[in-house]
Nanobody, 114 residues
Framework: VQLQASGGGTVQPGGSLRLSCAPS????????LGWYRQAPGKERELVAS???????NYADSVNGRFTISRSNSANGIKLQMSSLKPEDTAVYYC?????????WGQGTLVTVSS
């Protein structure tokens, strides 16, 4: 099962985007889920996570600008990104926390550029 992220695009610095990930299966409801990103030439990093009880954690680089939440179905997650910066440019993925290799999808590209 590959987790498909959607909602990426090109936005100007200071803009906003909302990403979505809607997997099926109870495993995603009872485990922590996270948003990861991989910028060109860099390793993939975890930027936000949410537990089954909706406790959240953020990387320092996005804290205060990004908000992770669970969707109504509780299986999926969203990432509201605001005050975007050029350094947020990356391919964004969703996965369990810690991630499982078989669940990596193609991700969704976010480009922040003027």
């Amino acid at each position: 099962v590959q987790l498909q992220a959607s909602g990426g695009g090109t936005v100007q610095p200071g803009g906003s985007l909302r990403l979505s990930c809607a997997p099926s299966g109870s495993i995603f409801r009872v485990n922590s889920l996270g948003w990861y990103r991989q910028a060109p030439g860099k390793e993939r990093e975890l930027v936000a996570s949410i537990s089954s009880s909706s406790s959240t954690n953020y990387a320092d680089s996005v804290n205060g600008r990004f908000t992770i939440s669970r969707s109504n179905s509780a299986n999926g997650i969203k990432l509201q990104m605001s005050s975007l910066k050029p350094e947020d440019t990356a391919v964004y993925y969703c996965n369990l926390v810690p991630p499982m290799g078989g669940y990596w999808g193609q991700g969704t590209l976010v480009t922040v550029s003027s």
